[in-house]
């Protein structure tokens, strides 16, 4: 069975520079999540959708981030103006109904370099 | 707040040695609790998880039982293996609600021949 897939899995790109980040969850998983990890911060959550709908967003920085799913099999995160201290590697998780405690799914993570 | 706590790393350890990875965390209810594994370049990975008080959870020779009374969740393995190399992270979530996780900051394990 395929797993989440994130695209791409490496990007190097200069400062000031738009960034977006794919991600296909599991096919029937309807909970989606993206986490940022770096070595300062660890595992930090960004976003949660339900549904497509975004839920908790509390953990985005900043404004020049933003995320979108538009439909069950597609989510992206978007990094406009990107700073050098955004460069992390970027999970995306996905998982069944979120009140029964299933376990997420990570993807491989993009690790993403702001020059 | 709720919040997860592990021992610091790396552990550095022979083969066939025993692991243990100690885990604590704080919550105001009563969480279900999971030990999540990462190899270099890959993503995270559920390894075991336990629902309620008194559950053990296992896995590929990790073990880890969910104790209420010393909030603690501590990762055993009686003989580790080099591929067992990575890090691996301690959470929690609460049911009820939408499957947060919270981590702990990971214990990088380092296994020799």
């Known amino acids: 069975d395929a797993g989440v897939i994130q695209s791409p899995r490496h990007e190097v790109t200069e400062m000031g520079q738009e960034v977006t980040l794919r991600c296909k969850p599991i096919?029937?998983?309807?909970?989606l999540f993206w986490y940022r990890q770096t070595m300062m911060r660890g595992l930090e959550l960004l976003i949660y959708?339900?549904?497509?709908?975004?839920?908790?967003d509390s953990g985005m920085p900043e404004d020049r981030f933003s995320a979108k799913m538009p439909n069950a099999s597609f989510s992206t995160l978007k990094i406009q103006p990107s700073e050098p201290r955004d460069s992390a590697v970027y999970f995306c998780?996905?998982?069944?109904?979120?009140?029964?405690?299933?376990?997420?799914?990570f993807g491989d993570g993009t690790r993403l370099s702001i020059l | 707040g709720d919040s997860v706590t592990q021992m610091e790393g790396p552990v550095t350890l022979s083969e066939e040695a025993f692991l243990t990875i100690n885990c604590t965390y704080t919550?105001?209810?009563?969480?279900?609790l999971f030990w999540y594994v990462q190899y270099p370049g890959e993503g995270l990975q559920l390894l075991l998880k336990?629902?309620?008080?008194?559950d053990k959870g296992s896995n590929k020779g990790f073990e880890a039982t969910y104790r209420k009374e010393t909030t603690s969740f501590h990762l055993e393995k009686g003989s580790v293996q080099v591929s067992d190399s990575a890090v691996y992270f301690c959470?929690?979530?609460?049911?009820?609600?939408?499957?947060?996780?919270?981590f702990g900051a990971g214990t990088r394990l380092a296994v020799h021949p």
């Open positions: 959708f339900n549904n497509n709908v975004p839920i908790d």
């Open positions: 096919s029937g998983h309807n909970s």
């Open positions: 336990a629902t309620k008080a008194d």
């Open positions: 959470a929690l979530t609460f049911s009820g609600g939408y499957n947060k996780l919270i």
């Open positions: 998780a996905s998982s069944l109904r979120p009140e029964s405690n299933q376990p997420q799914h």
């Open positions: 919550a105001t209810g009563y969480p279900s």
